[in-house]
């Protein structure tokens, strides 16, 4: 079946530093791959998403290249800043007979401090 | 350039109560959601519409209904509140049922004593 694995946290960082979330995935067909967020009070929004193996996704400065290789699509920023506190979310979108079905991973919290 | 609303945002159910939760978009999506956020769970499918006419059930239907009652409106009704079901929801929507990107609501704070 489908799933996503996504590191746990919370995950604490200094402004301008490096962040790495790591995801991987397991699918049975071919998933498009996505990065949500999720800020305080909030619903989720899409950050970025990649259709096809290689693709590379990126917004306001996030990243993330999706890996058949390894099954994974690692969410990273050279330098983060204090307004990106907030959860994360990966997700897979699988094409099922009715329709995308969404899978999505458990979260993980990102405080920076200044 | 509202989205997807819900309402509403907080609600405190005695167990055994019922309560359906509305959600609306205005992006003009054929396929609707409903999923449950859990602490260290992540986000659980409920209930979906593929167009407006259908609903299927997702990964955790049991205790809820739900009805598309237009293409604009979707809404999850609770039969009988259990503690279990204390949960935040959200509601989401995509452009049609080959669409890949979802647009969620702002989420509904159940919490049921």
């Known amino acids: 079946g489908n799933s996503v694995t996504q590191m746990e946290g919370p995950v604490t960082l200094s402004e301008e530093a490096f962040l790495t979330i790591n995801c991987t995935y397991t699918?049975?067909?071919?998933?498009?791959l996505f990065w949500y967020v999720q800020y305080p009070g909030e619903g989720l929004q899409l950050l970025l998403k990649?259709?096809?193996?290689?693709d590379k996704g990126s917004n306001k400065g996030f990243e993330a290249t999706y890996r058949k290789e390894t099954t994974s699509f690692h969410l990273e920023k050279g330098s983060v800043q204090v307004s990106d506190s907030a959860v994360y979310f990966c997700?897979?979108?699988?094409?099922?007979?009715?329709?995308?079905?969404?899978?999505f991973g458990t979260g993980t919290s990102l405080t920076v401090i200044p | 350039n509202a989205g997807v609303t819900q309402t509403p945002k907080f609600q405190v159910l005695k167990t055994g109560q019922s309560m359906t939760l509305q959600c609306a978009q205005d992006?003009?999506?054929?396929?609707m959601y409903w999923y449950r956020q859990d602490p260290g769970m992540g986000l659980r499918l409920i209930y979906y519409?593929?167009?407006?006419?259908?609903?299927d059930k997702g990964e955790v239907p049991n205790g809820y209904n739900v009805s598309r009652l237009n293409k604009r409106e979707f809404s999850l009704r609770l039969e009988s509140a259990a503690p279990s079901q204390t949960s935040v929801y959200f509601c989401?929507?995509?452009?049609?049922?080959?669409?890949?990107?979802?647009?969620f609501g702002q989420g509904t704070r159940l919490t049921v004593v």
């Open positions: 989401a929507s995509t452009k049609d049922r080959s669409s890949t990107e979802a647009f």
């Open positions: 699918a049975t067909g071919y998933p498009s």
């Open positions: 990649a259709t096809k193996a290689d």
């Open positions: 997700a897979l979108s699988d094409r099922i007979s009715t329709g995308n079905q969404f899978y």
């Open positions: 992006m003009n999506h054929n396929s």
């Open positions: 519409s593929a167009s407006e006419g259908t609903t």
